[in-house]
Every structure is written in structure tokens, then in C-alpha cells.
């Protein structure tokens, strides 16, 4: 099995600190846990990413769906300020909760299809603003 979220109960974890309030965290790789989360949450964004995680079975592995409903965390204040891309963050985060939806994302059409609708999205609410 590979290392990484699945290879830790995260499901019994507390949030880690924020940064300005982890100064003396554990480095792992020279980052630290909420780093490393940040950067993980942030990359469920990206439909290509979660088909490469639906294509390898991580998205069926009980163990990694309890660290993606551990990862809800990132849904709510202080944590929230910290997503570059909020909505699309957690949108996807909203939708891995689904098990049907963690099942279709092995579709390359799905992951395209979500991939053109947040262009359409990022397109519309330019010309509006």
C-alpha cells in the first residue's frame, strides 16, 4: 500500500494548527500538517486529479474516504480563509462525500465535463465583474 493520508487514522485527528499557531508542529518533508493538508484539499479541485485518485482505487479504499470526510474541516472558519480556490475546493470536497459521485469520477468524460463547466464559470463571472 502507499504511504500518505491512508496511512494514518486521520479520521481521529484534530484539525492542526493554524500556521501562525503551529510554530512548533512536527516538520514532515520540511512542511508541516496543516501545509501539507492545505495543499491536498487544494488539489481535489483539479477533475483530472480526482479521476488519477478514482483510476488508482483511492477513492474506494474506506480508509481514504474517512480522511476526505476528516478533510470537512477546510469547510468552515479559520481554516476556509486559507483556500486559494474556495468554491471549486469545496465543491469538490461536498461531492466526494457522495459515493456514487466517487465512483463516476473514474470517468475521463465526467472529470473533462467538470473541467469545462468551471472554465464556463471562471469565463462568466469575469464578464460580470
Known amino acids: 500500500m502507499e504511504s500518505g493520508p ?3 487514522d486521520s479520521a481521529a485527528l484534530d484539525p ?4 501562525e499557531n503551529g510554530a512548533n508542529e512536527p516538520k514532515h518533508g520540511g512542511h508541516s500538517r496543516f501545509e ?7 488539489s481535489l479541485a483539479n477533475p483530472q486529479y480526482l479521476n488519477y485518485l478514482a483510476s488508482r482505487k483511492f477513492l474506494a479504499n474506506p480508509s481514504f474516504v ?9 469547510t468552515r472558519p479559520p481554516y476556509l480563509k486559507y483556500l486559494t480556490f474556495p468554491t471549486a ?12 459521485f466517487r465512483q463516476d469520477i473514474i470517468s475521463p468524460d465526467l472529470a473533462q465535463a467538470l473541467i469545462m463547466e468551471g472554465m464556463k464559470t471562471a469565463v462568466e463571472w469575469h464578464r460580470e465583474g
Open 6 to 8: 491512508m496511512s494514518v
Open 16 to 19: 492542526p494548527p493554524e500556521p
Open 36 to 42: 501539507l493538508e492545505l495543499e491536498f484539499v487544494q
Open 66 to 74: 474517512a480522511y476526505l470526510d476528516y478533510l470537512q474541516y477546510w
Open 89 to 100: 475546493t469545496l465543491k469538490m470536497l461536498e461531492l466526494l462525500q457522495q459515493e456514487k
